[in-house]
């Protein structure tokens, strides 16, 4: 099975060392973990949080970003119909 793609391209396995890199990069110049965490998210499209971002989450939202972009997930995906779902007999 083929991965899905977005325009072409897979996911970059080297986009989590990338973003490793930048914040490591501004914690060596100085900035505070939630300044680097809040700058690293910015430049991935994201707006500061109080507390600032950590690494997983803006991982998780980029990689949730993704599947939305490549189609995996939309807006077409809809809760079940509640009338669909058969139900469930307990045994006596």
């Known amino acids: 099975m083929t991965e899905p793609?977005?325009?072409?391209?897979?996911?970059s396995p080297t986009a989590g060392r990338r973003m490793r890199g930048d914040f490591l990069g501004l914690r060596r110049c100085g900035l505070t973990v939630e300044q680097a965490g809040n700058l690293t998210a910015h430049l991935r499209g994201l707006h500061a949080v109080p507390?600032?971002?950590?690494?997983?989450?803006?991982?998780?939202?980029?990689?949730?970003?993704?599947?939305?972009?490549?189609?995996?997930?939309?807006?077409?995906?809809?809760?079940?119909?509640?009338?669909?779902?058969?139900?469930?007999?307990?045994?006596?």
Not at 5 to 11: A, E, H, I, K, Q
Not at 54 to 77: I, P, Q, Y
């Open 5 to 11: 793609t977005l325009d072409g391209r897979r996911p």
């Open 51 to 92: 507390g600032g971002w950590t690494l997983d989450e803006v991982a998780r939202l980029e990689f949730t970003r993704w599947l939305v972009r490549s189609g995996a997930v939309g807006a077409d995906d809809q809760a079940p119909d509640p009338s669909d779902i058969p139900a469930v007999t307990l045994a006596a």
